[in-house]
Nanobody, 114 residues
């Protein structure tokens, strides 16, 4: 499976971005997926996860109420809607299985200015 993240950019605090993760292969719909992020000098962390069918989601405490994870299995695509962005959300965002099961993609940079 190849994973391609997109949708990042530079945004002011309080703004919004929508990230997309396009997956190749036929196994996407069968597996739980997650969004992860890595800020400079920090370890990669789980931001949000979603069950294979999309009915169950999980969020890190730091993003609860601000981020929404979703998926469209017909399009082999997962999304992360990010609202009320904060400077501490600045990081490279990646998608992968949950648990991690694929090689990492290139990620997409999100920069939130104060």
């Amino acid at each position: 499976v190849q994973l391609v993240e997109s949708g990042g950019g530079l945004v002011q605090a309080g703004g919004s971005l929508r990230l997309s993760c396009a997956a190749s292969g036929s196994t996407f719909s069968a597996n739980a997926m997650g969004w992860y992020r890595q800020a400079p000098g920090k370890q990669r962390e789980l931001v949000a996860a979603i069950a294979s069918g999309g009915g169950t989601t999980h969020y890190a405490d730091s993003v609860k109420g601000r981020f929404t994870i979703s998926r469209d299995n017909a399009k082999n695509t997962m999304y992360l809607q990010m609202n009320s962005l904060k400077p501490e959300d600045t990081a490279v965002y990646y998608c992968n299985g949950y648990p991690i099961r694929h090689y990492w993609g290139q990620g997409t940079q999100v920069t939130v200015s104060s």
